[in-house]
């Protein structure tokens, strides 16, 4: 038997940031964020040896080891590895061996919520293999603990969210982890009108997103003023940007988009850079209203929102640049798990 499963990668369009602890334990965070049809992949093989072997396709890395209670968490595809000991510690010992096999649409550090949404599809893989009775909020919240508090590495919520519900969603996040997801219902012409005014750029960079989320949760301990005010204008943000998508208000999501990226700015150093602010300028004079950062900032994709034919201009304006553009559809479904 195989069992697979693939999760969406997710862009945030509102919020971002306002889901990392200790903001939304304080004040409470709000995010607004869209699955897209770029996706993180897992299968797993049972063998008849008594092996356990680790593919990530997308990496070229490969680990293997006898089948144990605990794998070593060493740098080498430590996510896999990191649900495996989950699994073995809350479900007990596997019946077998197997090669679990991983590929991500985008590379580590691009913003688009890669590492969560691998965990999540990984463990949906072993949730589909030993008929795990999780629903969606379980899910989450399991790759959530397992990548966050488990292993220790530094983050907000959305992304287990994203990826395991799909669609656009507005969620809430509270003190406790306390996660409500609450789905929009987009008139699909203005989804459609959304999507291509959305251009979608690969800087040809990646960053390490835990070094600046550190920082941003900092300054939270700080009482950074200038942080938490900035933390404050991106939650009311992720409000603007619902009520533009529901109302059909599609091209307020321009400058919407520049609000955001005018605060983000200030919530952490390093979320920016005078390249990434170059980029956006040069978008910002051949038509768009404006853009983002995804993900923590740094590196990774940026978007951009050009109305009525801009996107062509604002195309041309930067293939000077090293980076590309990804085609991508927004998508409702989020984790799909099968057996063949």
């Known amino acids: 038997m195989i069992y697979r499963s693939k999760a969406p990668l997710r862009i945030g ?7 990392v602890s200790p903001y939304c334990d304080l004040y409470g965070g ?8 770029l996706y993180a992949y897992a299968s797993i093989e049972l063998l008849s040896e008594n092996t356990i072997i680790i593919e990530a396709k997308d990496r070229n890395e490969t680990v293997t080891y006898l089948k144990t209670e605990s794998l070593p968490i060493d740098g080498k595809l430590d996510l896999a590895k990191g649900v495996y000991n989950h699994i073995v510690r809350e479900y007990g010992n596997l019946s077998s061996g197997f090669r679990l096999t991983t590929f991500v649409d985008a590379p580590a550090g691009s913003g688009l919520g890669t590492s969560s949404t691998l965990m ?11 008929q795990l009775p999780l629903g969606e909020y379980d899910m989450a919240h ?25 669609g656009v969603n507005f969620m809430e996040f509270y003190e406790g982890d306390r996660v409500i997801v609450n789905p929009l219902r987009v008139k699909s012409k203005n989804l459609c009108e959304l999507e291509n005014n959305l251009l979608l750029y690969f800087t040809a960079t990646s960053r390490l997103s835990s070094t600046i989320i550190e920082a941003q949760s900092q300054n939270v301990l700080d009482k950074n003023q200038q942080s938490i005010e900035a933390m404050h204008q991106l939650k009311e943000q992720a409000r603007m940007m619902k009520e533009a998508l529901l109302k059909g208000k599609i091209d307020d999501i321009g400058a919407i988009l520049d609000f955001g990226f005018r605060y983000k700015k200030q919530m952490a150093k390093g979320i920016s850079n005078t390249s990434m602010d170059e980029l956006y300028e040069t978008a910002l004079k051949a038509g768009a209203t404006g853009g983002k950062i995804t993900g923590a900032g740094g590196g990774g994709f940026m978007m951009f929102y050009c109305p009525g034919n801009t996107n062509y201009r604002v195309k041309e304006a930067l293939s000077k640049y090293a980076g590309d553009f990804r085609s991508f559809q927004f998508t409702e479904q989020g984790l799909f798990t099968w057996s063949i």
Do not use: H, P
């Open 120 to 130: 999540v599809a990984i463990l949906g893989a072993f949730a589909e293999w030993l």
């Open 142 to 166: 399991k790759a959530y603990q397992i990548e966050r508090v488990e292993m220790a590495m530094a983050g907000g919520k959305q992304d287990q969210y994203a990826a395991t519900f799909g």
């Open 13 to 19: 369009l509102a919020g971002g940031g306002t889901d």
């Open 30 to 37: 709000a995010i607004l964020n869209a699955s897209i049809s």
